[in-house]
Each structure stands twice: as structure tokens, then as C-alpha cells.
Nanobody
């Protein structure tokens, strides 16, 4: 079983930066498309950024130019660099991955990490 674990959320002032990381652990797997989602209180979970294993990226319009998704395939790590943070970025951030084991691909979620941006 492959697990995704996020880290390095926290409290930051508006205008500040944070870098989230997501580590995948398990055996005999590889990561295909990876993404970051977020869910603010009372709102639906939304896609923030996505990265394919081919290197393509895409971003929600609300974070484009401020957030950057990157990955280290050799270490099974995915990052979300967040800059110029705004109070409206406050949410629980979740890592999602298309995990390939053999011929099967399964979507997996991390447990989430809280990001709070104070004004």
C-alpha cells in the first residue's frame, strides 16, 4: 500500500511564503500525475496545481503566478511552493497522486496539512 504524507503547513502572514511537501512511500510503485488540492471551511475541495509525470503543469487561476508545483521523481516527492500568500489561501492542503502499481493505477490522498494566512 502506498501512502502520501504532506508536511510543512503552518501559520504565515499575508505576503509570506511556504513550501509544502508530499512524500510517497511504499514498495514497487511509481507516481503518474500528482496534484495539490485545498479545502477551506465551508467550501468544496478544489484543485490548486497539477503535474504530470511528463513535466506538464497546470494551476488554478487564483494561484497562477504565485504557486509552483514541482516534483522529484527519484525521491517520490512533490512540492508546492507558495508565495505572496493571501488570507483567502487559508485551507487544508491535500496531496493527491495517481499511483501506479503493476498495471493498476489508483488515486491516493494524503491526510492534509493546514495552511493559515493571517492578514
Amino acid at each position: 500500500q502506498v501512502q502520501l504524507v504532506e508536511s510543512w503547513g503552518g501559520l504565515v502572514q499575508a505576503g509570506g511564503s511556504l513550501r509544502l511537501s508530499c512524500a510517497a512511500s511504499g514498495s514497487a510503485f511509481r507516481l503518474n500525475t500528482m496534484g495539490w488540492y485545498r479545502q477551506a471551511p465551508g467550501k468544496q475541495r478544489e484543485l490548486v496545481a497539477v503535474s504530470t509525470d511528463g513535466g506538464s503543469t497546470n494551476y488554478a487561476s487564483s494561484v497562477k503566478g504565485r504557486f509552483t508545483i514541482s516534483r522529484d521523481n527519484a525521491k517520490n516527492l512533490v512540492y508546492l511552493q507558495m508565495s505572496s500568500l493571501k488570507p483567502e489561501d487559508t485551507a487544508v492542503y491535500y496531496c493527491w497522486g495517481a499511483v501506479v502499481v503493476g498495471i493498476s493505477t489508483t488515486g491516493s490522498w494524503g491526510q492534509g496539512t493546514q495552511v493559515t494566512v493571517s492578514s
